[in-house]
């Protein structure tokens, strides 16, 4: 018998301040003055409930790349950045392109324990872009795959993406695509701007991120299928999201806590750390992507959370691997950027960290509503707290945040998993 | 002067006149029959090469000698691809073995400002050209060439022609010619120029005839070959055509005009051999010159607040 636990005075979705019960995986009870016999009491005055997050694109690195993070290791970082699901990105060694390799990752996700993983399967064998892979069997595994993505390569044929988004329409699927043109990138290493020619690092046009999205739009149209858009990083970018949208086609588009916050600038410091695909763009774009978040155009904040080990970062920078930390830090960072900005409030958080990115996913169990008989996935959240970013104190196994010494607000307190909590006192439970 | 040399653009006005002043002072070493100073003695000069350079790894090093420093030359020579030991953990050595300066050349940009920066090392650093970034001694050797030719540069209109794009000559010279007062045009075609080129507070051009009447200085840049077939441009012959200077475009120079190029040459591409050996030609005069300038920046980094010769008795360092 699994222990109930009785919420005390949390202001749910930042309303008025309720009780909640959580008892037998589900929310038994809301109201003020709630008891329950035998109930495990969690004080919550002052904390903020919101459902479980659910990420749509995280690297767990597992297979392959044990020494940057686990699956267990990333999961741990979920749940202490609320998470209750992810998705686990598909770019592992061996790559998550069979039912073998996803029903793996999804056994090794439910023996972790710590929150939910939802294997994404890659689009094209060995993420090679050449034939698809058996998305089929993918989608009929254990598993039940509905995120398909090539992610850390872009599906640039024109016809292999075609496919992919008439393909996946049999089982209900979405195609994820990291957008990026690979003959313009070619070597690229930061935005192509000013500061790239007077660094003298090769640059990385919107261009070859904003031409593929435009053509995955127009393809999504055209085979009347589901497309999603990863990472997206540009002002130009969300003006195409936005006029595919106008027009009612299925797109829907993620925006990283990272291109919410940082920008190019930080890439004359040559620290690696910076380094990430796509990357860090200008100021401009920035608040492009806070306002096309704010008005819906991008649906969903995605981490991208990327773990790589200290070696692969403590270098030049052109020998340097792409990609930061995450899981940790999203909802700080999505409180400094959108709600203490105004632009959105605590229930378009959970629109857009879990409603929305559970549906694109087609997720059960997640991204529910509080509301009596819902699965119990919730997150205590205190938004008044405020700290400097250590980084020796991450769950996840790699180093490679860039917020160390920023001050960021927010404090997952606790984070319930169908009624378990996986993080209770800001330590995993 | 700061601590390392990473960027002309870290450069003062003040700190690189006193560099050139101090190269003119350096200068006359070479016509002296023991081209010798004490003025490094004991400190130890690292030339850390990552990428192939002969030239410039011998001017720091007759620069580091001539000073009396001792010098140790570490090729380690390597690609992203193929990736020996880290830079960290070869800074880690040379800090071991006690070097006090560190002459980089790297392929990839910033990698100077990562060694003096990372906290790996105490060493000065001096960047000796990273990726397509910078090459600060180059800049300074050139404006050091133009200053002895033409006087105070304030003014003086300076032409760079060529592979602006992939260039760090042309990054640095831009820069610190600036700094000096000078009025810079970089001529190339646009898909050599730079993205945002425009923010460099220069001015640029595409046409080669129509700066070359105006120009006090034409710098040509080395263009690779193998660009044309990343489509930069169609074909060798065209872009000589456009861009590559001549007897014929020479002959619209003014008289005081001076022919620069940081070497190697690709005689036929850029520039043609007679101009390359004609008398407005400096581009043998750059190399000695390269020496000088090293040697005052090696002495000013390391050394210190004394005149680096002394007067009429000689050295007396």
């Known amino acids: 018998m699994t222990t109930a636990y009785l919420v005390k005075g949390v202001r749910v979705l930042g309303g008025e301040p309720t009780d909640l019960l959580l008892e037998d995986g589900v929310i038994a009870a809301i109201g003020a003055g709630l008891s329950a016999d035998g109930a495990e009491v969690v004080d919550a005055d002052g904390l903020i409930a919101l459902p479980g997050l659910v990420d749509l694109h995280t690297h767990l690195r597992e297979p392959g790349r044990e020494d940057a993070e686990t699956v267990d290791t990333g999961t741990q970082a979920a749940a202490l950045g609320g998470f209750t699901a992810v998705h686990a990105m598909a770019n592992t060694d061996p790559v998550a392109d069979t039912a073998g390799v996803v029903e793996q990752v999804w056994r090794l996700g439910r023996e972790a324990g710590h929150c939910d993983v939802f294997p994404v399967g890659a689009v094209t064998v060995g993420l090679q872009g050449e034939r698809l892979a058996e998305l089929g069997a993918m989608a009929d595994s254990a598993a039940r795959v509905r995120v398909f993505s090539d992610d850390g390569k872009c599906v640039s044929d024109a016809v292999l993406m075609r496919r992919a988004l008439e393909y996946v329409k049999a089982f209900d699927g979405v195609v994820a695509q990291h957008a990026q043109e690979p003959r313009l990138t070619e070597d690229a290493q930061m935005n192509e701007g000013e500061l790239s020619g007077r660094l003298g690092l090769r640059g990385w046009p919107a261009v070859a991120e904003e031409a593929v999205i435009a053509r995955d739009c127009l393809l999504a149209a055209h085979v009347d299928s589901r497309l999603h858009v990863c990472h997206v990083s540009t002002a130009g970018s969300v003006e195409i999201v936005r006029w595919a949208k106008s027009k009612g086609w299925n797109v829907t588009a993620e925006a990283c806590p990272h291109h919410l916050l940082l920008t190019d600038e930080l890439a004359a410091t040559y620290d690696p750390i910076y380094k990430v695909n796509p990357p860090l763009r200008s100021a401009a774009d920035v608040e492009a992507l806070r306002a096309g978040l704010a008005d819906g155009t991008i649906d969903v904040v995605a981490t991208d959370h990327a773990p790589h080990p200290h070696e692969d970062k403590d270098c030049e920078w052109q020998a340097a691997a792409f990609g930061m930390l995450g899981l940790e830090t999203a909802l700080s960072i999505v409180q400094q950027t959108m709600v203490d900005t105004g632009l959105i409030d605590w229930q378009g958080v959970a629109e857009r960290m879990s409603y929305t990115p559970a549906r694109i996913g087609r997720l059960e169990g997640h991204g529910r509503p509080i509301e009596v008989g819902e699965p119990a996935n919730v997150v205590l959240y205190d938004p008044a707290h405020t700290a400097v970013v250590d980084g020796t104190n991450l769950a996840s196994l790699s180093r490679n945040t860039p917020y160390v010494g920023r001050e960021l607000p927010g404090r997952v307190v606790a984070t319930f998993l169908r009624g378990t909590p996986t993080v209770l006192d800001g330590k995993l439970a | ?317």
């Not at chain 2, 350079?53 to 020579?77: G, Y």
């Open chain 2, 1 to 317: 002067m700061k601590r390392h040399l990473l960027s002309a653009g870290d450069l003062t006005r003040a700190d690189a006149e006193l560099i050139l002043e101090t190269a003119e002072e350096l200068r006359s070493l070479a016509d002296r029959p023991i081209k010798k100073l004490p003025a490094l003695r004991g400190r130890t000069v690292v030339n850390l090469f990552f990428e192939d350079s002969t030239r410039t790894r011998i001017s720091f090093e007759a620069a580091a000698k001539r000073l009396s420093a001792d010098v140790i030359n570490f090729s380690a020579k390597g690609s992203s691809l193929s990736k020996g030991e880290s830079l960290k953990d070869t800074s880690l050595t040379l800090e071991a073995m006690g070097a006090d300066a560190v002459v980089v050349r790297h392929w990839a940009s910033g990698a100077p400002h990562l060694l003096a920066n990372a906290g790996w090392s105490k060493s000065s650093v001096v960047n000796a050209g990273d990726g397509t970034h910078e090459h600060p001694t180059q800049a300074l050797l050139d404006a050091f060439t133009m200053w002895r030719h033409l006087g105070n540069l304030d003014g003086r209109r300076v032409a760079i022609v060529g592979d602006v794009l992939h260039s760090r000559v042309a990054r640095s010279n831009a820069l610190l010619l600036k700094t000096l007062g000078a009025e810079v045009t970089l001529v190339a075609p646009p898909t050599l120029l730079p993205v945002g080129v425009e923010g460099w507070d220069v001015e640029t051009s595409y046409d080669l005839d129509a700066v070359l009447p105006k120009a006090d200085v034409v710098m040509m840049l080395r263009v690779q070959r193998e660009r044309m077939n990343a489509a930069f441009f169609p074909t060798v012959r065209e872009y000589s055509r456009r861009y590559g200077l001549d007897g014929r475009r020479m002959d619209t120079l003014q008289d005081h005009t001076i022919v620069m190029h940081p070497g190697p040459m690709i005689r036929g591409m850029e520039i043609s051999a007679d101009v390359a050996d004609s008398h407005r030609s400096v581009i043998v005069e750059q190399v000695t010159n390269g020496v000088a300038v090293r040697m005052a920046v090696l002495y000013l980094l390391l050394g210190g607040s004394e005149p680096a010769v002394g007067t009429s008795e000689g050295a007396n360092l």
